[in-house]
C-alpha cells in the first residue's frame, strides 16, 4: 500500500508529532509527503519520506516539516490532485488540518468515488482555534492555551504594576471565529486577584455600551480593568476578512487597538491594546507534553486505519467518563466535520471570568 500525508492550513506547536506518528505507524509500507499543503497536492509536489527524514527533534520544533498553506479548492483542482495520485499509484491519502482540511478531504474522496477511482482518505485533527466537531479538543489547541495560561497571568501582574500610567489594557488573542483560545487565557491557577476582569468571545455578541460599562466597573472596584478579547469577538469593528474563503487572506489582528482607541475617547483613560499574535500558535518552548503525546498518537491512528483499509474518517478524540483524564481515539466520519465549526458551547458563553470554574476543570489536564 502506498500512502501519503500531508498538511494544510497553519502550524502548531505539535504538528510535527503527528507527522512523526503517522510515519512511525506507516513503517513497512512506501510514504509520499506532500510538502506545501493544497498547492502541492494540485500540483503533485510529492516526495518520498521515511521516518529517519522526521526524527524525534523535529517534534519538539514549532513550524511544520510539511509545509503549509491553504487554497480555495475548485472541482478542477480535484481533478488534478487525482491524476497526480494516479501517476504516484497512491492508495491512502491522510491530511492533516481543521475543519478546511477535512472538508478538502471528504471532496477528495467523494469526486474519487466519482471517478471509480478506490482512495482512502483519513483525517487527522489540528486546530489551535479548537473548532473542530467529532473531537473533545484538537492536538494543537492545548499548547496554544498552556502559552496563554502562561502568559497571560504575567501580562497582569505587569499591568497590576503600571496600573497608574496604564488603566486599562486589552489582550488580544486568536480565534476568528470562536472563543476557546480566550477562555484559556482567563485561566489564573492559584492567583485570582489578576485574573482577567472581562472576557470577549465571538460567540456572544458585542455591546459598546455594555463593554464601557463593564470597564467602567472594574476601574472603580480594582483600580485598574485587564480585558481579554478573541480576534472576532467584534467584527464589525474591524475591516478583518473573517468569512474569507477558505481563510485564505491574512488576518492581521488588531480589534484590541480598536476597542483600546475606544476605551480612550470615551471614559477618558489611557488604555494599551496588546496582540498575541502568532507566537500562541507557534511557541514549541511552552507545548503540552499531553498535546504533544495526543499529536502523535492521532498521527499514528490515521496510518493504522488506512493500512487496515478504513477511509472515509476523521481520527476522532474524546474524553472518557470517570475521576481521571483519559482519552479514546474512535473514529468520526468525515461527512459529518467537514467544514462545520464546533462553537464554545452555551455554558461556557459568557463575558465573565469568574464564571468560568467548569472551563478551567475542563482546561487542566490539557495543559500537561
Known amino acids: 500500500m502506498r500512502l501519503l500525508i500531508g498538511q494544510t492550513g497553519a502550524p502548531t506547536a505539535v504538528v510535527n508529532a503527528s507527522l512523526h506518528g503517522f510515519l512511525e505507524a506507516a513503517d513497512g509500507h512506501p510514504v509520499l509527503a506532500l510538502r506545501g499543503g493544497p498547492d502541492a497536492l494540485v500540483s503533485g509536489a510529492f516526495t518520498e519520506v521515511t521516518r529517519a527524514d522526521v526524527p524525534v527533534a523535529v517534534t519538539r520544533r514549532g513550524g511544520s516539516w510539511l509545509g503549509a498553506g491553504r487554497r480555495a479548492v475548485t472541482v478542477a483542482d480535484l481533478d488534478a ?18 475543519n478546511g482540511t477535512m472538508a478538502l ?19 487527522i485533527p489540528k486546530t489551535v482555534d479548537n473548532d473542530l466537531v467529532g473531537v473533545d479538543h484538537s492536538p494543537g489547541y492545548a499548547s496554544a492555551a498552556r502559552y496563554l495560561t502562561r502568559i497571560v497571568p504575567d501580562l497582569a501582574r505587569d499591568h497590576a504594576a503600571m496600573a497608574g500610567v496604564e488603566p486599562v489594557r486589552i489582550v488580544e488573542t486568536l480565534g476568528r471565529s470562536v472563543g476557546w483560545l480566550a477562555l484559556a487565557a482567563t485561566w489564573h491557577g492559584d492567583d485570582p486577584a489578576h485574573a482577567p476582569h472581562l472576557v470577549l468571545l ?24 485587564f ?21 485564505t487572506r491574512i488576518l492581521l489582528g488588531g480589534v484590541c487597538r480598536v476597542l483600546a482607541r475606544t476605551v480612550g475617547a470615551r471614559l477618558g483613560v489611557a488604555a494599551r491594546g496588546e496582540v498575541l499574535g502568532m507566537a500562541q ?43 481521571s483524564y483519559d482519552v479514546g481515539y474512535d473514529p468520526v466520519p468525515l461527512a459529518e466535520v467537514a467544514g462545520r465549526t464546533r462553537a464554545v458551547p452555551e455554558q461556557w458563553r459568557t463575558t465573565h471570568p469568574t464564571e468560568l470554574d467548569s472551563f478551567h476543570r475542563w482546561l487542566e489536564p490539557l495543559l500537561g
Do not use: C, K, W, Y
Open 81 to 98: 490532485a487525482l491524476d497526480s495520485l494516479d501517476r504516484h499509484q497512491v492508495d491512502g491519502v491522510s491530511l492533516i488540518g481543521g
Open 105 to 123: 478531504l471528504h471532496a477528495l474522496g467523494e469526486r474519487a468515488a466519482e471517478r471509480g477511482r478506490p482512495l482512502l482518505t483519513v483525517g
Open 202 to 225: 465571538p460567540e456572544v455578541p458585542f455591546d459598546t455600551t455594555v463593554f464601557l460599562d463593564r470597564v467602567a466597573d472594574a476601574l472603580a472596584a480594582h483600580g485598574r480593568a
Open 227 to 247: 480585558v481579554v478579547v478573541s480576534e472576532g469577538a467584534a467584527p464589525e469593528l474591524t475591516d478583518e476578512p473573517f468569512e474569507a474563503a477558505n481563510h
Open 281 to 323: 500558535r507557534s511557541a514549541a518552548s511552552l507545548a503540552s507534553e499531553t498535546d504533544r503525546r495526543e499529536a502523535a498518537e492521532v498521527g499514528r491512528r490515521a496510518a493504522r486505519l488506512l493500512v487496515e483499509g478504513v477511509g472515509g474518517v476523521m481520527v476522532g478524540l474524546h474524553r472518557r467518563p470517570g475521576d
